[in-house]
């Protein structure tokens, strides 16, 4: 058996979604093991384009059993949602399980996340305004709603009756409705009874399974970086990211985790608010002509102009699969990279995104940070130093070849060959697979991840 933890090593939108999708066939079970809606990842099949949110990937491999853990936080509307937009591509969810002591999103904890993260006198965190931290707060002082209370009336209605007395005292001070217990049972309305088939006692399952030689795959949602211990704190998720979290977000032992797969990217990219040291500015998409050119006409203007920061947005496609919004662009930081192998314990790394870079003559890659005249080559303890880390770079040579057919290592232009095998060296970790376009087969595989 092999139990795999699936992690981003980045702040997020590194590609997971892809490496769950490859590894599909090859497991029995897939479990996502934090998060919630917050977080969106796109697989490509057969030319089909797929944005999932809450479910885990391997809905979409019809021998995997899918998994929503006890770390993950659901919004029962928008689970049926994404189910129901999946049933109508002809996917088969009924496999689907969902833990009952997962921790349900209401629709107060929704309000409270809007109105805290426009409160002025807050400082912005950047959070999607889905009410996961707000769920997760309740979790942690004991006043949530599990799965299996939806289905105890009398227990649900005291739980929320408990919950609406204190919160609805503070939408009174931001001057947002209150609420009664029955509004927040009415938007459920007969979903309830969709639920109840696929709840279960999910650390049982897998646990069963591993003892009975299958093996399970634990995708994490977000990523490292946005992890609530681990990232850049306060500029974080609401759960563990990290490759910790699946043990407390699935109820499965470390003893039975037998490999870390770490997903990066061969540049970089966040979402939201919070320190970047190899942001780059956007400028000539600012230009009110620039959304009339077409794609290729994009990509020149940007390496006309030298506006890397537009071109990754362009090249990549890096919008937002949650949320739509624009990306925050920058080169690959190998101290990042270095730190999530670290905290993670990576034993192989999933590097995505190498297509984009072709084209280009010189590549920088951030080594160290300048931290006031200081030099780092690991992550700086005190946030503060973070945020005024500068990029110490080097540059490798570029390529021109298109990389989209290439399936194997060997085949690779030269330079990216070289580029891979100096972040594998810097990153300290290997290059186990490389994804060198948008499909589900475009990708170069030098080592087996299940190991």
Not at 63 to 72: E, K, L, M, R, W
Not at 300 to 305: G, H, I, R, T, V
Not at 312 to 338: H, I, K, M, N, P
Not at 388 to 403: H, V
Request: negative net charge.
């Amino acid at each position: 058996m092999a139990g795999i933890v699936l992690v981003g090593c980045q702040w997020g939108d590194e590609g997971k979604g892809k490496a769950t999708d490859l590894l599909g066939s090859r497991v029995q079970y897939v479990a996502k093991f934090n998060g919630g809606n917050n977080a969106g990842h796109t697989v490509v099949v057969n030319g089909e384009k797929y944005a999932l949110h809450l479910l885990p990937s391997g809905i979409l491999s019809p021998d995997v059993t899918p998994v929503i853990g006890n770390g993950v936080v659901i919004d029962i509307k928008v689970l049926f949602e994404e189910l129901d937009e999946l049933i109508a591509r002809g996917i088969d969810v009924s496999r689907l399980k969902v833990s009952s002591h997962a921790h349900v999103i209401t629709k107060y904890d929704r309000q409270l996340d809007g109105a805290m993260e426009h409160d002025k006198a807050k400082k912005k965190i950047g959070t999607t305004g889905r009410g996961i931290g707000p769920t997760y707060a309740d979790k942690i002082s004991r006043s949530g709603i599990r799965v299996i209370d939806l289905f105890d009336e009398k227990v649900l209605r005291e739980k929320l009756e408990s919950a609406l007395d204190s919160k609805n005292r503070i939408f009174e001070r931001y001057d947002v409705p209150t609420m009664t217990v029955d509004e927040v049972i009415a938007e459920w309305g007969g979903l309830l009874e969709r639920l109840k088939p696929m709840v279960c006692n999910t650390a049982e399952l897998l646990n069963q399974g591993l003892d009975s030689e299958k093996n399970v795959l634990f995708e994490g949602g977000q990523a490292t970086m946005l992890d609530v211990d681990f990232g850049t704190y306060p500029f974080v998720t609401s759960s563990n990211a990290t490759a910790g979290g699946a043990c407390t977000g699935t109820g499965v032992g470390p003893t039975k985790i037998s490999s870390v797969l770490g997903i990066i990217k061969a540049y970089t990219t966040r979402v939201g608010e919070g320190p970047f040291p190899t942001e780059l500015e956007h400028f000539v998409n600012k230009d009110p002509n620039f959304e009339d050119l077409s794609r290729d006409e994009q990509i020149a203007l940007c390496k006309e102009k030298e506006d890397w920061g537009t071109y990754l947005l362009v090249a990549g496609g890096e919008y937002g699969v949650t949320t739509g919004r624009s990306r925050r662009c920058g080169w690959y930081d190998a101290v990042v990279a270095r730190y999530a192998s670290l905290v993670n314990g990576l034993t192989d790394l999933v590097l995505t995104k190498l297509d984009v870079l072709s084209g280009l003559k010189k590549i920088p890659v951030c080594v160290a940070y300048d931290v006031n005249g200081v030099r780092f080559d690991s992550m700086p303890e005190n946030m503060s130093d973070f945020i005024n880390a500068k990029p110490i770079y080097e540059y490798f040579d570029g390529w021109e070849e298109n990389l989209d057919n290439i399936r194997s290592f060997d085949d690779l232009p030269e330079n990216a060959k070289k580029y891979v095998l100096a972040l594998e060296k810097i990153s300290n970790c290997r290059i186990s697979v490389i994804g060198v376009g948008a499909g589900r087969d475009e990708i170069i595989e030098r080592y087996d991840l299940i190991h």
